[in-house]
């Protein structure tokens, strides 16, 4: 953010905003990114595909499609500025999904919930093994056991004050 405020001419290059974008979507900031989508310049997002490409995802991220999301972080080729962002995004959103399927579901087909975590059968199956679910052969379900939530974390007055302040603007910006 301050490579942003600190460029020269008040346009930073494109792998300051490349960087930016994708530490927003790890961060799962999503209206962060969605402001620093139409604060960066039209001239440098048609010059920029990765930019684009980045944006594709957060659209997705937007949109709660996992499979998309999934499908759009194991196949894209990315640069070396960002693949390591990207493959920090890929295993935090996994574990998120991971945690949505425990708590959602008491029963989910293999197909559906290989979508749902970007992974074919054999990555699959062997995450679900760590995890101690259940596969009934028969039927091609799995059957998720609930992850016991970690104790949630005191957070300090700042970061409430900072919370509430993200809030109260998101609803202001009427996005």
Not at 41 to 57: A, G, M, Y
Request: charged share 25%.
């Amino acid at each position: 953010e301050s490579q942003e405020l600190d460029a020269p001419n008040g346009v930073p290059s494109d792998v300051v905003y490349e960087k930016l974008l994708s530490i927003y979507l790890f961060q799962n900031d999503i209206v962060s990114a969605k402001l620093l989508w139409k604060r960066i310049p039209t001239s440098v997002k048609q010059q920029n595909q990765e930019l684009e490409r980045i944006w594709k995802l957060g659209r997705q991220l937007w949109q709660r499609d996992r499979a998309a999301v999934f499908l759009s972080l194991n196949t894209m080729q990315w640069r070396p500025t960002v693949a390591p962002i990207m493959l920090a995004l890929t295993e935090s959103y996994r574990e998120r999904s991971v945690h949505l399927i425990s708590e959602a579901y008491c029963s989910i087909g293999l197909d559906e919930i290989g979508k749902l975590l970007g992974l074919n059968q054999e990555q699959l199956r062997h995450k679900i093994n760590t995890l101690g679910w259940q596969i009934d052969e028969a039927s091609e379900m799995v059957l998720p056991k609930p992850i016991p939530k970690e104790k949630a974390e005191h957070m300090s007055s700042e970061k409430q004050l900072q919370r509430l302040t993200q809030y109260v603007s998101f609803l202001e910006i009427g996005l």
